[in-house]
């Protein structure tokens, strides 16, 4: 019944990430926040809104909206690709043995980098933070440049997160776009 909702609600609208060229805005725009939200608007009639907009690693946002809008935004100046959303399984919930890392040594003995703040990024399905695996003991401070942070939610609180754990985040909005409410499922349980 949700997913028959949703995708009537929806009219063939997909996720998809826009590539954008960070040095392609307009001078007529304030932000790229403007350029991109005028960019969707002008493809989708006002009936899409930007989900998260990426300004780190790639620059863009991503939005739900109908092929024919991914083609048309294709073709605007700015624009380096369109890709339409993956759902990607999970593989392994053993990660450090399938990169082949099974030693602690073994990440960082010809780089050199063992002593430095190496801080490592994961993307997991779910994470338990009493685990003995993120105790803390015997590690140094978190590294001053450190940016991330501790959200909390109805499960968890920032007092989880230590030296080892140091950034805990979760991003529901493009998954509540595609899927609806994760409260209509788990209750009221919004939790990194």
Not at 12 to 25: C, P
Not at 98 to 116: P, Q, V
Not at 125 to 138: L, S
């Amino acid at each position: 019944m949700v997913a028959a909702a949703i995708a009537a609600r929806d009219n063939g609208r997909e996720t998809y990430v826009v590539h954008i060229s960070h040095s392609g805005k307009p001078s007529s725009f304030a932000a790229h926040g403007d350029w991109y939200a005028s960019s969707l608007r002008s493809v989708s009639g006002g009936a899409a809104s930007v989900i998260y907009t990426y300004d780190t690693l790639l620059h863009g946002y991503s939005a739900r909206f109908t092929c024919a809008e991914a083609e048309a935004l294709e073709a605007q100046p700015g624009v380096l690709l369109v890709n339409r959303e993956t759902r990607y399984e999970l593989h392994t919930t053993r990660t450090p043995e399938f990169l082949g890392l099974e030693r602690a040594d073994a990440m960082f003995s010809e780089s050199g980098t063992a002593a430095s703040d190496v801080v490592g990024g994961v993307l997991d399905t779910g994470m338990w933070p009493e685990r003995a695996i993120y105790d803390d003991a015997g590690l140094r401070p978190v590294p001053e440049g450190w940016k991330g942070k501790c959200e909390t939610g109805s499960d968890f609180n920032a007092s989880a997160c230590n030296r080892k754990l140091i950034g805990v985040r979760f991003f529901l909005a493009g998954y509540e776009a595609s899927k609806g409410s994760v409260e209509a499922w788990t209750g009221p349980m919004r939790t990194p």
